[in-house]
T-cell receptor, first 113, second 112 residues
Framework: GDSVTQMEGPVTLSEEACLTI???????????LFWYVQYPGEGLQLLLK?????DKGSNKGFEATYRKETTSFHLEKGSVQVSDSAVYFC????????????FGKGMKLTVNP | DTAVSQTPKYLVTQMGNDKSIKCEQN?????MYWYKQDSKKFLKIMFS???????INETVPNRFSPKSPDKAHLNLHINSLELGDSAVYFC???????????FGPGTRLTVL
């Protein structure tokens, strides 16, 4: 079945450090790919998405590129801030408009000043 | 102007009780979902409804019964609560066809 594998962490970085969170997926065809973020005590928010190969999603300084050849959707940010401390989830919806999100296990990021 | 809202935010109850969680969305979406987040933060879909019809039921015990009175509401009723039901339950909605899902703030259920 469809699945998502991502770095689990937890990860602690200093402010202004570079961030990469690896995410790979297993799915047939061309799923849509997402990064969701959960700030402490809050629900999930969509951070960015990509719906076809080579698409780049970006938001709030974060970027991720849909790589079909490596079945990956790694999340990157060049300079993290304390306010980026959160749990990050990689997810997919299968091709064909299936109505469910399949999530990775989430990665907790803490950014220290 | 909250997009997806859930009540209550916190729910503490005894084993064996029956409880409900309510969800409402004002985004005009056709599809609504319930997800369960366990203590390790792992998220898994439980149910999906499209225009009040059940379309996904991911092997959830039949103690859990979703009810959709209209396409803006999807409530979750849980009978005979067990310790293992303790989790955070998230409601979400999207347009039909697998569009971006928007999540509610979650309901933290604690079963004692």
């Amino acid at each position: 079945g469809d699945s998502v594998t991502q770095m689990e962490g937890p990860v602690t970085l200093s402010e202004e450090a570079c961030l990469t969170i690896n995410c790979t997926y297993t799915a047939t065809g061309y799923p849509s790919l997402f990064w969701y973020v959960q700030y402490p005590g809050e629900g999930l928010q969509l951070l960015l998405k990509a719906t076809k190969a080579d698409d780049k999603g970006s938001n709030k300084g974060f970027e991720a590129t849909y790589r079909k050849e490596t079945t990956s959707f790694h999340l990157e940010k060049g300079s993290v801030q304390v306010s980026d401390s959160a749990v990050y989830f990689c997810a997919l919806t299968p091709q064909g408009g299936s109505e469910k999100l399949v999530f990775g296990k989430g990665m907790k990021l803490t950014v220290n000043p | 102007d909250t997009a997806v809202s859930q009540t209550p935010k916190y729910l503490v109850t005894q084993m064996g009780n029956d409880k409900s969680i309510k969800c409402e969305q004002n985004l005009g979406h056709d599809t609504m979902y319930w997800y369960k987040q366990d203590s390790k933060k792992f998220l898994k879909i439980m149910f999906s409804y499209n225009n009040k019809e059940l379309i996904i039921n991911e092997t959830v015990p039949n103690r859990f019964s979703p009810k959709s009175p209209d396409k803006a509401h999807l409530n979750l009723h849980i009978n005979s609560l067990e310790l293992g039901d303790s989790a955070v339950y998230f409601c979400a909605s999207s347009q039909v066809g697998g569009g971006t899902q928007y999540f509610g703030p979650g309901t933290r259920l604690t079963v004692l």
